[in-house]
């Protein structure tokens, strides 16, 4: 009985299509003999994609319902070498390969496959590295130029966002754990918003009772 393969196609832009990566992965596999599990394509860029379909194949893999992963071009699995090197860790003790149609299979089980995750292992600590450096550089250069980093004080984007939600389910009558287990929050979070909401209006009446007299 021949391997069980899940075909993997991925374009970058939605006016392309996923047809020919997956008419040539057909007829790879019936060529290697693969059974073809199914076919699995997505579109989108690869560092901004969500990439749910992947997601189902390293599901199919991680319950051993498949033998290999086939994609015409490595590029099209991993969103960088760090990426790629990590979902190979994960399908390795699964035991599942991953083949590009241009020769290259990483089975890291095998001396090769071992010899190309050590290459991959420094790429990845490289752009590690280059990235980290671009942040600094980035960060630097903000300064430089006088901007503000980070959240500054007194600044809840997210609280102050979900505050008009918050009053308006509490003057429904809702509890507090309620409200946050509803919106995702924290019930310390609701507390504060309605602390905060309390506070403000002390101070409205306060300077409208000073206007007053």
Request: aromatic share 6%; with cysteine.
């Amino acid at each position: 009985m021949g391997q069980r393969a899940a075909i993997y196609c991925r374009v970058s832009t939605a006016d392309q299509s996923c047809e020919r990566q997956e008419r040539d992965l057909t007829a790879f596999a019936g060529r290697a003999g693969y059974i073809v599990a199914g076919v699995f394509k997505e579109t989108g860029s690869g560092a901004k994609l969500d990439r749910a379909e992947r997601r189902k194949i390293m599901a199919l893999a991680q319950s051993r319902q498949i033998d290999v992963i086939l994609v015409t071009e490595l590029s099209r699995w991993g969103r960088s070498t760090i990426d790629l090197l990590n979902t190979l860790r994960e399908l390795e003790s699964w035991k599942v390969s991953v083949i590009s149609m241009n020769g290259m299979t990483f089975d890291l089980s095998s001396p090769h496959g071992r010899m190309l995750a050590t290459f991959l292992s420094g790429i990845a600590e490289f752009e590690r590295d280059l990235i980290s450096e671009r942040v600094k550089s980035g960060l630097a250069a903000a300064k430089a130029r006088g901007k503000k980093l980070g959240r500054q004080t007194g600044e809840r984007p997210k609280s102050d966002r979900l505050a008009p939600k918050v009053l308006a389910l509490v003057a429904e009558g809702r509890s507090y754990r309620w409200i946050a287990r509803d919106l995702g929050i924290s019930k310390n979070t609701v507390a504060d918003i309605i602390h905060r909401h309390k506070s403000n209006d002390r101070i409205l009446i306060s300077t409208a009772s000073g206007t007053e007299s």
